[in-house]
């Protein structure tokens, strides 16, 4: 059994997410990157507890990376993914628990990278 099932096992309302920064971001480390986050929290939600763990500035734009795709607003997700089941209308309405079922790797854990960027163009 692997770690991932041994974690759903021990906690089913949770979601065991691995956080890691994109290779080559300048964006500040996160001090962990292990996550077990409630089903039921929308992709905005976790977005912002991540923002708060950076303790990120307002001018500082913040992009999570689900299983290499970039959902940052409706249009992307119209674009991508206009004729998929993982397709909605808003991604950032998403729970935890819905985007786990949908891009959920092999190993049972939902990885996740992040990036930034200075809104304003310096960094």
């Avoid at 985007?99 to 163009?121: Q, T, V």
Wanted: charged share 25%.
């Amino acid at each position: 059994m692997n770690d991932a099932t041994k974690i759903k096992r021990k906690y089913p309302d949770r979601i065991p997410v691995i956080v890691e920064k994109h290779p080559g971001s300048q964006i500040s480390d996160l001090d962990k990157h292990k996550f077990l986050v409630p089903n039921d929290i929308t992709v905005a939600q976790f977005m912002w507890i991540i923002r708060r763990r950076l303790q990120l500035s307002a001018e500082k734009a913040l992009f999570l990376f689900f299983d290499d795709f970039v959902p940052q607003s409706r249009q992307v997700c119209c674009s991508l993914f206009a004729s998929s089941t993982f397709f909605h209308t808003s991604f950032f309405a998403w729970t935890m628990g819905q985007l786990y079922n949908e891009r959920k790797s092999d190993d049972g854990f939902l990885y996740a990278h992040y990036s930034g960027e200075n809104s304003f163009g310096s960094f």
